[in-house]
């Protein structure tokens, strides 16, 4: 009876233990089944909007006289740019920032003073339009102003797309379709067939100069020194294997 009873446990202890031997290989066996990929989307694009930005300073001792000078300037440059065809509601004019401007002097004695130098101001121009040629003649050409007595700096323009949105949407669509292909021919050479969708996951936009070996950022680049651009973003994916 003894005897039986011990073979009796020995036989359920060896089909438990091939049970869980033949489970934990269907599972190992289970999660094997995928495929990870990354999948690339890619589009060169033009810019379709341009931000010209540019700044010019008065000083004098007088507060009220420097304002008055920037006041001069100011409508000096208004009418330039509208001379050029810029339309006078795409050109904006911050507002006027005023700093005491001082001059440190050591005497013979080596005694420090600050000397008052006259209040210096300064405001920003910006003309935001979508007719890129024009301003981006034009500024090249506003230092033409110096000429009218006006000490005008003019900055480098920025380039933007407006339908930035709408391009995301496409390149998504396209990484997506571009990581099911590489997926596709990763199960037919592996004598499988593709699956259902398991996960995926974005990463994020690359917007660098077309042709250019600008790095990219953890965060996403964003040029907007170049009116030419090429826009990238990248999806991984994970498959299922039948």
Request: charged letters at 30%.
């Amino acid at each position: 009876m003894k005897n039986s009873t011990n073979t009796l446990i020995l036989a359920v202890t060896i089909l438990i233990t091939a049970l869980v031997f033949s489970n934990s290989f269907k599972h190992r066996h289970g999660a094997g089944d995928i495929i990870n990929v990354t999948g690339l989307g890619k589009s060169d694009f033009i810019s379709d909007l341009i931000v010209w930005r540019g700044s010019f300073t008065r000083k004098n001792m007088e507060l009220k006289s420097a304002y008055k000078e920037l006041n001069e300037d100011r409508e000096i440059i208004k009418n330039y740019l509208k001379s050029k065809g810029v339309n006078e509601k795409e050109i904006v004019f911050s507002s006027v920032g005023i700093e005491k401007k001082f001059d440190e002097r050591t005497d013979r004695n080596e005694v420090k003073t600050r000397v008052f130098e006259g209040y210096e101001l300064e405001q920003n121009v910006q003309i935001e339009c979508a007719d890129i040629d024009k301003i981006e003649t034009l500024s090249r050409e506003v230092t033409d102003l110096i000429n009218k007595g006006v000490e005008l700096t003019s900055h480098t323009p920025e380039y933007f797309y407006t339908k930035l949105s709408e391009l995301k949407i496409d390149m998504i669509a396209s990484a997506s379709r571009d990581g099911h292909l590489r997926a596709e021919k990763i199960a037919l050479n592996s004598g499988g067939k593709l699956g259902k969708l398991r996960y995926a996951n974005m990463g994020v936009f690359q917007i660098t100069a077309q042709n250019s070996s600008e790095d990219f950022s953890w965060q996403g680049t964003n040029n907007t020194a170049s009116k030419m651009k090429t826009a990238t973003i990248t999806m991984k994916l994970q498959f299922q294997i039948d």
